[in-house]
């Protein structure tokens, strides 16, 4: 009964180099949201992924960061040329299907925690 | 822009002590609200409201909606030292059942 699954924990990069950070949803969950935990600050929402659709990015800065969820395979937040303001930790969370008019609950990762140097 | 507020930030209690944590918030058609417990890992998920004056109780953790105020608390009795976490609150905001607004969180600590 695994969880919600993201890897790596730990990340470093160098100012301009690429990130990549993955997420395997719970078994079962076709829903994947992304968040970013800045230092002193809340969660912030990024993006809202099903399978093979972006549904909400709104939360994602326009440049440099995108998302995808593949038909098969994890879940991947992409951030190139990172800066240091992207040091953060990043958290994927997954939820089963959505019904109009209803609420679920979202099961968190463990997070990556990206360091940019 | 919604907005959710929780007090106090930071909180140190002893052990066997009952802690009231708060939780307000301002969003645009409000769906539910959410409590989490952060440890050095995963928020793991604690409760979920959606009516009012409805108490969700898990063994020494409850909490309860109030709709009108606009607010919600955590209550969490006999506390214990593995008690010691980060409680995040959110609310699904903006009228969507996927997008959560968190707040910044209360940061308790149990000591023996």
């Known amino acids: 009964n695994a969880g919600v699954m993201q890897n790596p924990r730990h990340l470093v990069r160098r100012r301009g180099q690429e990130a990549r950070l993955r997420c395997s949803p719970m078994?079962?969950?076709?829903?994947v949201y992304w968040y970013r935990q800045l230092p002193e600050e809340g969660l912030k929402f990024m993006v809202y992924?099903?399978?093979?659709?972006?549904?909400?990015e709104s939360g994602m800065p326009k440049e440099r960061f995108s998302a995808e969820f593949p038909k098969e395979g994890p879940s991947i937040l992409r951030i190139q040329q990172v800066v240091r303001g992207d040091s953060a930790a990043y958290f994927c969370?997954?939820?089963?299907?959505?019904?109009?008019?209803?609420?679920?609950?979202?099961?968190f990762g463990p997070g990556t925690r990206l360091t940019v140097t | 822009e919604d907005k959710v507020v929780q007090s106090p930030l930071s909180l140190v209690v002893h052990e066997g002590d009952t802690v009231t944590l708060n939780c307000s918030y301002e969003?645009?058609?409000?769906?539910?609200l959410l409590w989490y417990k952060q440890e050095k890992k995963a928020p793991t998920f604690l409760f979920m409201l959606?009516?009012?004056?409805i108490e969700k109780k898990s063994g020494r953790l409850s909490s309860i909606l109030d709709k009108k105020e606009l607010s919600s608390i955590l209550n969490i009795t006999a506390t214990q030292t593995g008690d010691s976490a980060i409680y995040l609150c959110?609310?699904?905001?903006?009228?969507?059942?996927?997008?959560?607004?968190f707040g910044k969180g209360t940061l308790l600590t149990v000591n023996p």
């Open positions: 969370a997954s939820s089963p299907r959505l019904a109009s008019g209803y609420t679920y609950e979202q099961y």
């Open positions: 078994k079962g969950h076709s829903h």
């Open positions: 992924l099903q399978k093979e659709n972006i549904i909400d």
């Open positions: 969003v645009t058609n409000f769906r539910s």
């Open positions: 959606t009516s009012s004056g």
């Open positions: 959110a609310v699904y905001s903006g009228g969507s059942n996927y997008k959560l607004t």
